[in-house]
Structure formats: C-alpha cells, structure tokens
C-alpha cells in the first residue's frame, strides 16, 4: 500500500495568522474571557486547541451574531473570525464598549478594500460567494447595492449594459466553476472589469487536484463547514472519475471497508486543516493494514 500526503497542505497564511492573534490575546489579557464570535476558521481542532487555551468559540449561525453580542459583558473581549464579519456587528461593539479584535485574513480584507474602492469611483460591484457564508455576508454588509450571485448566473437581462461593473469573488470558490461565470459575464457586460480573487492556497491546492493521476482512492479532509475543503471534493468527484473520493472530518471517518493493501492513496486537506491530522490519517490506515 502507497499512502502519500498531497502538497500544499497544512494552515495557509491566514490560519495561522488567526490563530497566533487569538493566543496573543489571550496571553495578554489571562483574566478576561475571550470569545470568538463563530469558528475563528471552519475546523473543529483549532476550535478544541482554542478551547485547551482558555478560548471560547460561540458557534452560532451569523444572524444570531448580534443577538449574541447584546448579551456580552462590557469587560469581554470578543475576536472576529478569520472570514470577515457583517460591518453592522462593529456598532454594536462600540455601543456597548466591547474590547474587539479582528482576525480578518488578508486576502479577504483585500478583497473588501477593492470592493470599497469600487464603489468610491461609482461602478457597480457584483459578488460571487455562497448565499449565508461568513465572507460573503460581510463583502455584502458594505452597500445594499451590490449584486449577490452565486455558482449560477441570475437573470442579468433587465440591468444597464453601458454601466461600469466591477467583479470580484469569495476567495474560495471553484476556480473551475468561476472560470466559466467569468466567460459568461463577458459575454453580456461590456463595459466589465473582472478581479479573479481566489486565495493563493486554495487554488494550488485544487490545482493539484486537477493534475492528480495515478491514485486509487483520495481522501478529502477537513470540516463540513469548510467551503475551500468543499471545493477540494467537488472538483475531486467531478473531475477524476478514475478515483474513487471520500470526504473525511476526523480518523472515525476513514472509510476503512472501502481499502485494501493493493490501493494507491492519496490525501489533502483544506487551509484550515491542520497537517498533523493528514499524518494521523495516513498512520491509522497504515497501522490498520499492518494488523
């Protein structure tokens, strides 16, 4: 049996970054209780390694965000999750004179400063996202005139073709699936400006997919509510049809009935997944057909 761990893989950039504030935090405020509003980043082992550290995830759906805030005490300290957050949550921060951090990723802050900076010279922004996902709802927070579309065009017939539109994306959707919105945007706004803002770590990793030749079976590792790991899947289930793909949270997840000893594996994971986990993975298959 081959088990080979599939690179990049491990934290992105903006994981660790999100991680190491929150243990900052922490460390300099010992005697204050520290919550994250939602999951910092979408993987429950950061959550329970936050958790070890004295670091409360609230993990409510994000229109419950402020109703959850209305209930903190004034000497709380709350920390905004790495996906952005709906700009609406900062008044009621400052109302209630909340101590807050914002662990933003920087790729995601980029992509509200271009939208901003869009809208300051007059275009019209649309966004691609995913209806009620952390990112796009905060990417939305900042004007009502922005116009949502997800992995399906809307009927874009009845808007100003002679306008200029700026388009930009949540940073991680499929680079297959936004390639091909992308054409049919062009193809009906002429005047159309497209930034194509997939996060590096995402798209190398569906990259490698892409290109993965050779393998039995490929394990897909990371939280349900993980929408790069998602993509990872998706891709994976549409596009190598010679592999057979299972998408895993944990080691009770390991499909052990679906392999054998003569199978070629291989296994990735999602930005937020940590590498320690693919390790443990490839050790309890190897160890299981050892038995």
């Known amino acids: ?50 958790l070890k550290n004295q670091i ?4 409510v759906p994000p229109n419950k965000y402020k109703e959850v805030l209305l209930k903190l005490k004034s000497d709380d300290i709350v920390i905004f999750t790495a996906h952005g957050h709906d700009i609406e949550l900062d008044q009621i921060i400052k109302d209630k004179k909340i101590q807050s951090y914002d662990a933003i990723c920087p790729m995601v802050k980029h992509n509200n400063d271009l939208i901003k900076n869009a809208l300051e010279k007059g275009k019209k922004v649309i966004y691609i996202g995913q209806k009620n996902h952390p990112e796009a709802i905060g990417a939305l927070s900042m004007s009502n005139d922005i ?47 497209i930034a194509d803002e997939i996060c590096a770590a995402t798209r190398l ?46 080691l009770k997840d390991i499909p052990f009935n679906k392999l054998n000893k003569q199978q070629k594996i291989a296994i990735t994971g999602g930005t937020s997944t940590p590498s320690k986990l693919l390790q443990l993975i490839k050790e309890e298959i190897t160890n299981y057909f050892i038995k």
């Open 147 to 193: 116009i949502f579309m997800t992995n399906k065009l809307l009927d874009l017939s009845y808007y100003d073709k002679k306008l200029n539109y700026f388009v930009i994306n949540q940073t991680t959707l499929n680079i297959e699936e936004l390639k091909g919105i992308h054409k049919d945007l062009k193809s009906i706004f002429p005047n159309i400006e």
């Open 56 to 59: 409360f995830t609230i993990d």
């Open 1 to 50: 049996m081959q088990i080979d761990i599939l690179s990049p893989n491990g934290y992105c950039y903006g994981v660790k970054r999100a991680i190491n504030l929150a243990l900052d935090i922490k460390k300099e405020n010992p005697n204050k209780k520290v919550y994250v509003l939602g999951m910092l980043v979408h993987n429950n082992y950061v959550c329970d390694f936050l």
């Open 205 to 250: 990793r569906q990259q490698t997919i892409l290109q993965l030749t050779g393998y039995d079976v490929l394990l897909v590792v990371g939280s349900l509510k993980s929408s790069n790991t998602n993509k990872l899947y998706d891709i994976a289930t549409n596009k190598l049809l010679d592999i057979s793909t299972f998408r895993i949270e944990s």
